[in-house]
Every structure is written in structure tokens, then in C-alpha cells.
């Protein structure tokens, strides 16, 4: 599992993870208020007769932006480290590129790469 390392996730060379498959919010509600959001998003690649899956998991986001993700052909996320710009609790920058269908600030985010055999048709 990769954790804050924007190097290893290039590494993995993200822009073959081409086909959304989920994105998933979650967010803590109580009576003391709401927490911010987490992210999941899973992306997957065809691998002869394997999908592989590249999780996204992202936490505390804000500034979430949501367009159309109906029609994309193939997506491509980036990671931007932001820290710099001294945003309260912020230090990354999640983006899709092709389409510009999604952004957000995270504070900390997590990677993994997750198989699965095909059935044979």
C-alpha cells in the first residue's frame, strides 16, 4: 500500500487505470457536526483476462467537484502535492485530467492495486 508518496503512485503509472468503476463518499455525522468527506475511488485496467484495479482511498477532502462522469472515454488522475499553499488541514490535490470530471483537496491519501480473474465468457 502506497501512503502520501506521489512518486510511487506514478510509479504505478496511473494513466493505464483508465475506467471508472466507483467513487465512494463517506463523512462521520453526529450532534457535534458533520466531518469532512472520504473519497474512494477505484479505477481499473484490462490486463489480458484480468481486470486490475487501482484503489484511491483519500482522506478529510473538501473544495469536492463533481461534473460529468457519465461519458468519459478514459479518465487520468493526478496528485499534486499543495502543502505549500498553507490551506488549513489540506496537502494534496486530487484531479482527473482528461476530462476535468472531478477534483479535490485531501489531507492524506492511501493506494493499492487489487485483481480479479475474468470468467470465461
Known amino acids: 500500500m502506497i501512503y502520501n508518496n506521489i512518486n510511487q503512485f506514478v510509479s504505478l503509472k496511473p494513466a493505464y487505470y483508465r475506467f471508472l468503476k466507483a467513487i465512494h463518499f463517506t463523512r462521520n455525522i453526529s450532534a457535534e457536526g458533520c466531518s469532512r468527506y472520504d473519497v474512494e475511488i477505484i479505477v481499473g485496467k484490462l490486463s489480458g483476462d484480468q481486470v486490475e484495479d487501482l484503489r484511491l482511498r483519500c ?63
Open 59 to 121: 482522506t478529510n477532502a473538501l473544495e469536492i467537484k463533481i461534473g460529468d462522469i457519465e461519458s468519459m472515454s478514459g479518465l487520468r488522475l493526478e496528485i499534486e502535492d499543495i502543502k505549500n499553499r498553507q490551506l488549513e488541514g489540506v496537502s494534496y490535490r486530487i484531479t482527473e485530467q482528461e476530462e476535468d470530471s472531478f477534483s479535490f483537496n485531501c489531507s492524506e491519501f492511501y493506494v493499492e492495486l487489487m485483481n480479479e480473474l475474468l470468467e470465461p465468457a
